[in-house]
């Protein structure tokens, strides 16, 4: 899964400047985000010259040349925006940017949405600070829903922030295998190509859909035969563990939807969560050989889980049917994208899924 439910970015400054002025009850929040960001972007310094300082550890400083060279392709290749994004490197000192709370209702996988000014609804609020992201999951909680604190490796500003040097590398993410950086990388730019403001699956499942297109090049063209051994035993286990999560959660949908009372739904609930467990364990122990990534996923899967899970992968197939239908030519795709971006929901979605 790539990173990027964490969209909190330069516009927070846009943000807390508009609800100064309509006395906006979350300024609190605003205040925290536009803060988390500053500092964000005063820590960043240019690559180049983070690799001029005799101090940087050699590890570090292979993984900023990686960078550059997924940074140049991206641009060549996938035509991603050309900017300063990725260009430059913050240590934050700590092992997320952002912590995104989640939730969901109890009988439902629909998301809670909050809505801002200027980047509209979207399935998650973020906190530059783990304790206060922490206190939202408390408080919700105690509402009744089903929530969700996870770290986030890295976040897009959609461009805004390209006026004063775009989007850093990070330590929270830049230390990652090849081809998870490279994916990760190309996920976050594409999110400056395109963006729905009222849809977060859209959103996501297009950048999972760029990262899995441009990391497969990425790695035929670029990658050792060790790399590419590497990636498809990734890619396997992806797509396996995504197969799995899709039937429970398609299974647990329909309970959801069905007429049965409240208590019958929440016993099925729990033998359904009881029983994608033991065949996750089963897969672990068999064909996985002992993998366990996904542990963590699997052990505190809840609604909310399965919410997050569904943006980033539900329509993925029909952006890589889309993108083949242009020819496999990226600037038509994004042109497409962009158009599929400024329709009604319905609408957007209903075009989307067009064979």
Same mark, same amino acid.
């Given at each position: 899964?790539?990173?990027?439910?964490?969209?909190?970015?330069?516009?927070?400054?846009?943000?807390?400047?508009?609800?100064?002025?309509?006395?906006?009850?979350?300024?609190?929040?605003?205040?925290?985000?536009?803060?988390?960001?500053?500092?964000?972007?005063?820590?960043?310094?240019?690559?180049?010259?983070?690799?001029?300082?005799?101090?940087?550890?050699?590890?570090?400083?292979?993984?900023?040349?990686?960078?550059?060279?997924?940074?140049?392709?991206?641009?060549?290749?996938?035509?991603?925006?050309?900017?300063?994004?990725?260009?430059?490197?913050?240590?934050?000192?700590?092992?997320?940017?952002?912590?995104?709370?989640?939730?969901?209702?109890?009988?439902?996988?629909?998301?809670?949405?909050?809505?801002?000014?200027?980047?509209?609804?979207?399935?998650?609020?973020?906190?530059?600070? +783990? %304790?206060?992201?922490? &206190? @939202? #999951?408390?408080?919700? /909680?105690?509402?009744?829903?089903? =929530?969700?604190?996870y770290g986030v490796p890295a976040y897009s500003t959609l461009g805004w922030s390209n006026w004063i040097g775009g989007d850093?590398?990070?330590?929270?993410?830049?230390?990652?295998?090849?081809?998870?950086?490279?994916?990760?990388?190309?996920?976050?730019?594409?999110?400056?190509?395109?963006?729905?403001?009222?849809?977060?699956?859209?959103?996501?499942?297009?950048?999972?859909?760029?990262?899995?297109?441009?990391?497969?090049?990425?790695?035929?063209?670029?990658?050792?035969?060790?790399?590419?051994?590497?990636?498809?035993?990734?890619?396997?286990? +992806? %797509?396996?563990?995504? &197969? @799995? #999560?899709?039937?429970? /959660?398609?299974?647990?949908?329909? =309970?959801?939807?069905?007429?049965?009372?409240?208590?019958?739904?929440?016993?099925?609930?729990?033998?359904?969560?009881?029983?994608?467990?033991?065949?996750?364990?089963?897969?672990?122990?068999?064909?996985?050989?002992?993998?366990?990534?996904?542990?963590?996923?699997?052990?505190?899967?809840?609604?909310?889980?399965?919410?997050?899970?569904?943006?980033?992968?539900?329509?993925?197939?029909?952006?890589?049917?889309?993108?083949?239908?242009?020819?496999?030519?990226?600037?038509?795709?994004?042109?497409?994208?962009?158009?599929?971006?400024?329709?009604?929901?319905?609408?957007?979605?209903?075009? @989307? #899924?067009?064979?």
């Open positions: 899964m790539a990173s990027s439910l964490g969209l909190l970015g330069a516009t927070a400054l846009a943000l807390a400047a508009v609800c100064l002025g309509t006395g906006c009850s979350s300024l609190g929040f605003y205040a925290q985000a536009a803060g988390g960001h500053i500092d964000l972007m005063q820590r960043a310094r240019p690559v180049g010259q983070v690799l001029a300082d005799n101090t940087t550890p050699e590890p570090l400083r292979r993984q900023l040349q990686l960078s550059q060279r997924l940074r140049d392709f991206a641009v060549d290749e996938l035509k991603l925006p050309d900017n300063g994004s990725y260009r430059r490197y913050a240590d934050l000192q700590r092992p997320a940017v952002v912590w995104n709370v989640v939730a969901a209702p109890e009988l439902s996988l629909t998301l809670k949405t909050w809505c801002f000014p200027v980047m509209g609804c979207v399935g998650y609020r973020g906190y530059f600070d +783990r %304790a206060q992201a922490d &206190a @939202l #999951a408390v408080q919700l /909680r105690a509402e009744g829903w089903e =929530v969700r604190v850093p590398l990070l330590n929270t993410f830049i230390t990652w295998p090849e081809g998870e950086l490279a994916r990760l990388v190309f996920h976050e730019l594409a999110h400056q190509v395109a963006y729905a403001d009222d849809d977060t699956t859209f959103n996501e499942s297009f950048g999972t859909a760029v990262e899995r297109i441009g990391g497969r090049r990425w790695v035929a063209q670029h990658g050792t035969p060790e790399l590419q051994s590497q990636v498809l035993l990734a890619e396997s286990r +992806r %797509a396996e563990f995504q &197969a @799995l #999560a899709q039937r429970y /959660r398609d299974a647990l949908q329909a =309970v959801y939807a069905g007429a049965a009372a409240d208590t019958t739904k929440r016993a099925r609930k729990a033998e359904l969560l009881a029983a994608m467990r033991a065949e996750y364990a089963a897969l672990k122990a068999g064909p996985w050989g002992g993998y366990s990534g996904y542990d963590p996923w699997f052990a505190q899967a809840n609604n909310a889980y399965f919410g997050v899970l569904a943006a980033y992968t539900e329509l993925v197939p029909q952006f890589e049917r889309l993108f083949e239908r242009q020819g496999g030519d990226f600037r038509r795709f994004y042109a497409e994208v962009k158009t599929l971006a400024a329709m009604p929901i319905a609408e957007r979605r209903a075009r @989307l #899924a067009a064979p």
